[in-house]
């Protein structure tokens, strides 16, 4: 159980690049554009986990690595463990109710790290992007 390991052993996120929505037509495009996330050649922008450390009792850190624009680089976490129990809708996919955690993780990079530096230098654009990934985690058996 995590509370008796305060560890995650495997997380995978995948972001659709052409998923972007802003409410704007024309700046979404520009958004997957080679400009910024470069979506035709670039589709996916994918975090996984490297390792994870427990800093109190429902919080700690994820480092792993974000792979964007054929960049890898690693970014680090910092993680709350919002609840940790027996998933309460137990059937569909799932036989009986297997125990479950959610968990907020936030950190932030440079997106100029991965090649992507438009208005940068002109300052129409912050270099500094947040990273939030809110999950829901079953275990496996």
């Known amino acids: 159980m995590y509370e008796e390991t305060k560890t995650l052993s495997t997380v995978k ?4 690049t052409e998923s972007v929505y802003t409410n704007h037509k024309k700046r979404d495009e520009h958004m997957r554009s080679p400009d910024f996330l ?3 050649e670039f589709p996916e ?19 792993g690595d974000l792979d964007m624009l054929g960049q890898k680089r690693p970014v680090t976490l910092d993680v709350t463990l919002n609840k940790a129990a027996e998933y309460p809708f137990g059937g569909g996919a799932f036989s009986s109710k297997p125990y479950a955690i959610g968990v907020s993780a936030r950190g932030s990079f440079k997106r100029s790290d991965y090649g992507m530096t438009y208005g940068v230098e002109q300052g129409w654009v912050g270099d500094e992007v947040e990273l ?3 999950f829901e985690a ?3 058996e």
């Open 13 to 16: 996120v995948v972001i659709d």
């Open 38 to 40: 470069n979506a035709g």
């Open 45 to 63: 922008m994918v975090f996984t986990l490297t390792g994870s450390k427990a800093s109190g009792e429902n919080s700690g850190t994820i480092t």
């Open 132 to 134: 939030i990934i809110e």
């Open 138 to 140: 079953v275990r496996q």
